[in-house]
């Protein structure tokens, strides 16, 4: 593990010094993750698998994490949207581990504006509902891409969808254009790489740095399936797309989660006010299929106890949430 792909290795004779082979650089990750195991008794087991599929993927790249709700877990960054699903599918098939996959966050540093205090907020769901009398800054990364020269126009979209400001524009020959751009770090996670590669017929590159920390206006939203709030759905979203946000997952969620007995409430909301909501109604049973004739008091009498019985449900049903609810979520994907 401590051998990288690239590295120049030299004799023991010419330790002291030699020439290193020229051009190789660390993959950088285009897409991220958070890896939690469903049971905190697994997250050895986890460890070690990454592990093991770190020695045989150059590409993959993983750090610890932890959430106050989900526990112990992983940040991992993929190449794209494919090589997360491979990697999230040889975990459960190949080391039998029952994952739970967020969405990828960032961390922010909140600076009171009185007293000069910072802190640092690594997870979404501790991000402060109120931040009155604190500056949030974010980091943003400076990046370079490469594209044929007809895709031009729909990639400028691209990037004001996304906040980047372009800085120069070079042309390389008599088919190539090269933009130089920053954008805000979570916007580069929030599926930049596979919608470049997308409006690009796949033709466009990406490389990117680092680019420092800048101030941000950004809100934590929150959804809640059945009144209960899911840490692993919170996201920190810029505060001009927050209704459009909230709308968008939970339409989503009404997409992927299967209907329970009862009916099942999916809200988003931040600062206290719920944004968008939707409602899944609840299964139906036939509960008077066997009466073969009768009084029709016999069946409302039946339809009655089933009606009570659906309100004893709402009132304490609790909603187990099925692993790749959580992987489609962060991979943007509805019903397939």
Not at 141 to 169: C, D, G, I, N, W
Not at 235 to 240: A, G, K, N, Q, Y
Request: glycine share 8%; hydrophobic share 40%.
């Amino acid at each position: 593990s401590r051998a990288k792909v690239g590295e120049t290795i030299l004799s023991a004779q010419s330790a002291s010094g030699g020439p290193l082979f020229p051009g190789y650089t660390e993959p950088k990750p285009m897409v991220w993750a958070s890896i939690y195991p469903t049971s905190q008794n697994d997250f050895a087991s986890l460890t070690q698998a990454l592990g093991r599929l770190k020695l045989t993927d150059a590409a993959f790249s993983f750090e610890e994490e932890s959430s106050g709700s989900l526990g112990r877990g992983y940040r991992c960054g993929f190449l794209g949207m494919l090589h997360l699903e491979i990697i999230t599918e040889r975990l459960r098939r190949e080391y039998n581990l029952s994952l739970t996959v967020a969405a990828p966050s960032i961390s922010y540093e909140l600076v009171n504006e009185k007293t000069g205090e910072r802190e640092i907020i690594y997870t979404p769901h501790r991000f402060p509902d109120d931040l009155k009398g604190r500056q949030v800054y974010e980091p943003w990364v400076k990046a370079q891409v490469l594209t044929p020269l007809e895709y031009s126009s729909v990639l400028l979209k691209l990037f004001r969808e996304h906040e980047a400001r372009v800085l120069a524009t070079e042309l390389w020959g008599i088919d190539r254009a090269s933009f130089a751009i920053t954008l805000p770090l979570r916007e580069l996670m929030r599926r930049f790489f596979d919608e470049l590669k997308s409006v690009s017929s796949g033709f466009a590159s990406l490389t990117y740095e680092l680019a420092g920390l800048e101030i941000a206006d950004v809100v934590r939203l929150d959804v809640l399936v059945a009144e209960e709030s899911v840490p692993a759905f919170t996201r920190i979203v810029p505060r001009f797309r927050l209704e459009a946000e909230a709308r968008e997952v939970v339409r989503r969620l009404a997409e992927l989660l299967p209907r329970q007995l009862f009916t099942l409430k999916i809200q988003a909301g931040a600062g206290g006010r719920i944004l968008a909501s939707r409602s899944l109604p609840a299964l139906k049973k036939d509960v008077t299929g066997y009466l073969y004739g009768g009084d029709i008091t016999r069946k409302r009498k039946l339809w009655e106890k089933q009606k009570r019985g659906k309100k004893r449900l709402l009132a304490r049903g609790q909603v187990t949430i099925p692993p790749e609810v959580f992987l489609k979520m962060v991979s943007g994907s509805g019903e397939e």
